[in-house]
């Protein structure tokens, strides 16, 4: 969090400096911090938007005892906040208009030379925003923009233009090289056959370590750079317990397993029929937004290759219709036949998990592809998608603006799900979006 760019508000007391940090934190109390060891308490929280990703903090904290604005404004902590600052956001109140108060704090805060945004409170209605805005123009604030924090009107416009001023932050750093999986299926599919010849094949560097939770082992191994986990796989290692264990539980266990991990590799055996628990579990992933595989296993057995893979890829689109969209690779663990393919899965899904697709990019496939689509009529107007954002990664979430507000369809939203995945993703990993009004963030 500490390296992290920040954005600091400030201004005096009541001008809404607290709303507007809440609304664009967007979760109101859960990311507040206060940390320990301040002598007043720091309030800062994260916000991410776009891919970017920045520290914010609310100088009110500071003040709240202080009888005198410009004193505390001075102290110790609001300056080294100011100097650490990437960019200020300087908060004046609309309503009440310019105050000598609002001079003085702008010409403090200009000392330190960073890029300011004078943002104009309190203005509910938009229309009246140029006759209340005006004393503050004479600032001479190149940055001005007017909001109501309290009504999140031009609290979006805001963040779009502060989020230009935020450089690049890899949020994958720490993710990217830690990569779980779940490996699941039902006993006997070839789970550890499957592990072991992997780890042959590969001669993958490999040590088994204590899981997330009791008694499950996490198998770990590097390969070029990533760390790939197997997680819990004590229930594969340890087979006679296991195979004992009622189904019920044994699927509880799987899927445990499947929320702790970024990608789901379902274990399918050739020469048997898909059994429910298989349908189950698979379902469950999808509900849950991660990326799935089916690993086909044992295609040493099949008599005529493509014939059977044929059959047995059309049996399981029927038999599995509502994830027929996730990739699938035919190994043998036996005879290590496309082993070594396991990984590349892994890794395409993986990338394609934690991807960021630029707000310029994904606005060229506004102009491109939907200059046509509308969500629905109101007054016999069209409500249309005018601007898409990707606001996180695992699962890849994506913000579409619409003109009015609307609930989209099941049918618009795959459709619009579909759109975003032919364009931009090699591999099909499950998407998230998300349809709002222009209006609020
Ligand atoms: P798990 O319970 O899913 O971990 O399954 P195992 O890895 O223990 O395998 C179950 C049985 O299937 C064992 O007898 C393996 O030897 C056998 N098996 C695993 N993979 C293959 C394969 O690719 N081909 C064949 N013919 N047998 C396999």
């Not at 609002?102 to 403090?108: A, V």
């Amino acid at each position: 969090m500490e390296k992290l760019s920040s954005v600091v508000i400030i201004g005096r007391p009541n001008v809404g400096k607290s709303t507007l940090f809440n609304r664009l934190i967007g979760k109101k109390k859960s990311i507040v911090t206060s940390l320990a060891g301040t002598t007043r308490d720091r309030i800062y929280g994260k916000v991410e938007w776009q891919g970017k990703v920045f520290k914010l903090i609310d100088t009110g904290g500071y003040m709240l005892n202080s009888t005198n604005c410009i004193e505390s404004l001075i102290n110790n902590q609001v300056e080294k906040a100011l100097q650490e600052a990437n960019l200020i956001i300087f908060l004046c109140d609309g309503k009440q208009g310019l105050v000598p108060l609002d001079i003085e704090i702008s010409k403090k805060i200009r000392k330190f030379n960073k890029t300011i945004f004078l943002c104009i409170n309190k203005i509910d209605v938009p229309k009246n925003q140029y006759q209340l805005a005006s004393d503050f123009y004479k600032l001479g604030f190149e940055n001005t923009i007017t909001i109501s924090a309290e009504h999140s009107i031009g609290v979006d416009d805001l963040l779009e233009k502060i989020i230009h001023y935020i450089p690049e932050h890899n949020l994958n750093e720490t993710e990217r090289d830690k990569i779980k999986i779940a490996i699941i299926g039902k006993p006997n599919v070839g789970k550890s056959s499957i592990i072991n010849a992997l780890i042959g094949e590969e001669r993958l560097i490999i040590s088994e370590v204590p899981g997330t939770t009791r008694d499950s082992i996490d198998i770990h191994f590097k390969y070029n750079e990533f760390d790939y986990y197997f997680i819990d796989t004590a229930g594969i290692k340890k087979k006679s317990k296991t195979h004992n264990l009622p189904e019920l539980i044994s699927i509880i266990k799987a899927k445990k397993t499947i929320d702790n991990s970024d990608i789901v590799l379902l274990v399918l055996d050739c020469t048997r029929e898909i059994q429910h628990i298989e349908a189950e579990l698979a379902g469950y992933t999808y509900n849950k937004i991660k990326p799935l595989a089916f690993i086909i296993n044992k295609i040493d057995l099949m008599k005529n290759k493509i014939k059977d893979q044929k059959a047995f890829i059309n049996y399981m689109k029927k038999r599995l219709n509502f994830v027929s969209f996730a990739p699938f690779l035919f190994v043998s663990a036996k005879t290590k036949e496309n082993i070594k393919y396991i990984l590349n899965i892994i890794n395409n899904l993986y990338e394609s998990y934690v991807k960021r697709i630029k707000t310029s990019e994904l606005n060229l496939l506004l102009q491109d592809e939907l200059n046509d689509f509308t969500l629905g009529y109101v007054k016999n107007k069209p409500i249309k998608i005018q601007y898409i954002t990707q606001v996180s990664i695992k699962p890849p979430t994506f913000v579409l603006f619409a003109n009015k507000r609307i609930k989209p369809t099941n049918n618009q939203l795959k459709y619009l799900e579909n759109l975003i995945r032919k364009r931009y993703y090699s591999i099909t990993v499950p998407i998230k979006i998300i349809i709002k009004s222009k209006k609020k963030i």
